[in-house]
């Protein structure tokens, strides 16, 4: 890459530049007012330079405007080089404020170019924390793409993650992918099952398919108005209310079942509810309250 009479905007969206000693004030000093700011010193001939410009880049690229990045070709303008020193290259410095910061020479691998980009801006991209609560919330507000995706970012990074498989297959059955959703599972181990976040997703799964077996919701409702005993139009509606996300409804229409003949079918209606449970986690309200509810109907 040859310098340029002035200094030319790359094709990184303003990130990286071409810089010369004229310009080297304005895009490096007055810019790293505003976020820190590496100079890459380079020459045509270094075989380093060219290993180490594109990994500068991408993670530079990656900090999304927390760092910007200047490239001064020192055949061409070697006078900032100079006066800051430097003696072999590739050579990158950090300026923030105006002033530098730090520095490394050689040509680094990525994973260290990140560390000591890290070092002056914070992590490059979010928590895995930070990305489970943003695919969760994806989740509830019904963006399965979205939430898909996140876990998959999560998966990325971290393969063995259960909690971020669980999430992806509960995004797949919300988006009614349930082949999809079946194909993760059978990935797994064996002993993954015991985990909270794959048996809740499991249990997601197998109602999302017995929700298909249920029926309709006017013509179950119908047999419920004809017979008020009716408790497998019952059970049967109370999976069609949960696939439609009215998880209260469902719950209120077992613990009907239970109210009126506890023990139907061997406690059908309280091992549906307790699937129920399983499938929205231990702490969603709609599981409180109804545990709440149906303990106070076992043990009154």
Do not use: Y
Request: some cysteine.
């Amino acid at each position: 890459m040859a310098g340029l009479a002035g200094a030319t905007e790359m094709d990184h969206g303003g990130l990286v530049k071409d810089a010369t000693t004229a310009t080297f004030r304005a895009d490096v000093i007055a810019e790293s007012s505003r976020q820190p700011v590496l100079v890459d010193f380079w020459a045509p001939w270094c075989g380093p330079c060219k290993q180490l410009a594109p990994l500068l880049e991408k993670v530079v690229r990656a900090a999304k405007g927390k760092v910007k990045l200047v490239k001064m070709n020192i055949d061409e303008h070697p006078e900032i080089a100079q006066h800051l020193g430097v003696r072999s290259i590739p050579a990158v410095f950090a300026f923030d404020r105006g002033q530098p910061a730090d520095g490394f020479m050689g040509a680094l691998p990525e994973g260290q170019i990140k560390a000591f980009v890290e070092r002056l801006i914070g992590p490059l991209s979010a928590s895995t924390d930070e990305l489970r609560a943003q695919a969760e919330a994806a989740l509830m507000q019904g963006e399965t793409e979205s939430a898909a995706a996140l876990f998959q970012q999560i998966l990325s990074e971290s393969p063995d993650d259960l909690e971020a498989t669980g999430g992806l297959v509960r995004a797949l059955v919300a988006a009614g992918q349930l082949d999809d959703a079946e194909a993760q599972l059978q990935e797994l181990p064996p002993a993954a099952s015991a985990n909270v976040a794959i048996s809740a997703a499991r249990a997601a799964l197998d109602l999302a398919s017995l929700s298909k077996e249920a029926g309709d919701e006017a013509q179950l409702r119908q047999r419920l108005a004809q017979d008020a005993g009716d408790h497998d139009a019952r059970l049967s509606l109370a999976i069609v209310l949960n696939a439609r996300d009215d998880r209260e409804g469902a719950a209120d229409t077992l613990l009907e079942v239970i109210r009126r003949e506890r023990n139907w079918n061997d406690g059908a209606a309280r091992k549906q509810l307790l699937q129920f449970f399983e499938a929205w986690g231990p702490m969603a309200s709609e599981t409180i309250n109804a545990r709440r509810k149906l303990s106070a109907l076992l043990f009154s």
